[in-house]
C-alpha cells in the first residue's frame, strides 16, 4: 500500500523565516503535486514535478523532487503571513493519493 | 482553465435520508472522475475512481452500497450518500482528468452535514 507522509504536520513560523517541508512516499510514481488548501475550502494546485531533479518556483514557494529517494520538499523563502494554510503533497500512481498535510502558521 | 463545478456547496441532511452530490467538468471531457473525503484536520482519503460508462472502482474500507457513483456522461458523476448518518458528516470533494496524461482539476468541495 503506497504511503506519502509529510514532515512536519504542524509549522509555526515567523515572517521573513524560510522553512522546507518535506513529503516522503513509499513507491514509485508517475509525478508529483503539491497543492495549498485554505480552510473549508478545496485545493489549490500549485506545483507539479514530472522527473528527477525537477525543480520549480512561484513566488517564495520551491518545490524539488528526487524520485531516487522517494522525496520531495517544498522549501519556503521569507514566509509572509498570506502563506498560511494547509499543504498537501500527492503522488501518482494512475489515482492520487495525498500527503497527511502540514499546517504552516505564519506569525507576524 | 479547466473548470469542474460541484453542487451543492453545503447540505444539511437528517439522519436515514439520501443526499446526491453532482461533479461537473465544464469545458472538458473527463474519461475519469475521483471521490475524496476530507474528515476535519485531516487528509483527503480516495473514496473511488469512476471511468465514464463503467463501474466505479472502490478504495478498501469504502462501502460501494452506501456510496453510489455514477458517472455516466463524459461530463458528469454524481455521488449519492444513501441512508447517510452522522458520522458520514464530513468534505467531499471530486476531482476530474481528461486522460491519464492529464492534471487533475478539483471541485470546490461539498460540506455535508448529518443531524
Known amino acids: 500500500e503506497l504511503k506519502v507522509e509529510q514532515n512536519p504536520l504542524f509549522l509555526s513560523m515567523q515572517e521573513g523565516k524560510n522553512y522546507t517541508i518535506y513529503c516522503n512516499y513509499s513507491?514509485?510514481?508517475?509525478?508529483l503535486y503539491w497543492y495549498r488548501q485554505d480552510p473549508g475550502k478545496s485545493l489549490e494546485s500549485l506545483f507539479v514535478?514530472?522527473?528527477?531533479?525537477a525543480v520549480k518556483q512561484e513566488g517564495r514557494l520551491m518545490a524539488s523532487l528526487d524520485t531516487k529517494a522517494r522525496l520531495s520538499t517544498l522549501h519556503i523563502t521569507a514566509a509572509v503571513h498570506d502563506l498560511s494554510a494547509t499543504y498537501f503533497c500527492?503522488?501518482?500512481?494512475?489515482?492520487?493519493?495525498f500527503g497527511t498535510g502540514t499546517l504552516l502558521a505564519v506569525q507576524p | 482553465g479547466a473548470v469542474v463545478s460541484q453542487h451543492p456547496s453545503r447540505v444539511i441532511c437528517k439522519s436515514g435520508t439520501s443526499v446526491k452530490i453532482e461533479c461537473r467538468s465544464l469545458?472538458?471531457?473527463?474519461?475519469?472522475m475521483f471521490w475524496y473525503r476530507q474528515f476535519p484536520k485531516q487528509s483527503l482519503m480516495l473514496m473511488a475512481t469512476?471511468?465514464?460508462?463503467?463501474?466505479?472502482?472502490?478504495e478498501q474500507g469504502v462501502e460501494k452500497d452506501k456510496f453510489l457513483i455514477n458517472h455516466a456522461s463524459l461530463t458528469l458523476s454524481t455521488l449519492t450518500v444513501t441512508s447517510a448518518h452522522p458520522e458520514d458528516s464530513s468534505f467531499y470533494i471530486c476531482?476530474?482528468?481528461?486522460?491519464?496524461?492529464?492534471?487533475?482539476?478539483f471541485g470546490n468541495g461539498t460540506r455535508l452535514t448529518v443531524t
Open positions: 513507491t514509485t510514481s508517475d509525478r
Open positions: 500527492a503522488v501518482q500512481v494512475g489515482k492520487l493519493i
Open positions: 514535478l514530472l522527473s528527477n531533479g
Open positions: 469512476s471511468n465514464e460508462g463503467s463501474k466505479a472502482t472502490y
Open positions: 469545458d472538458f471531457q473527463a474519461t475519469t
Open positions: 476531482s476530474a482528468r481528461e486522460d491519464s496524461s492529464s492534471p487533475l482539476h
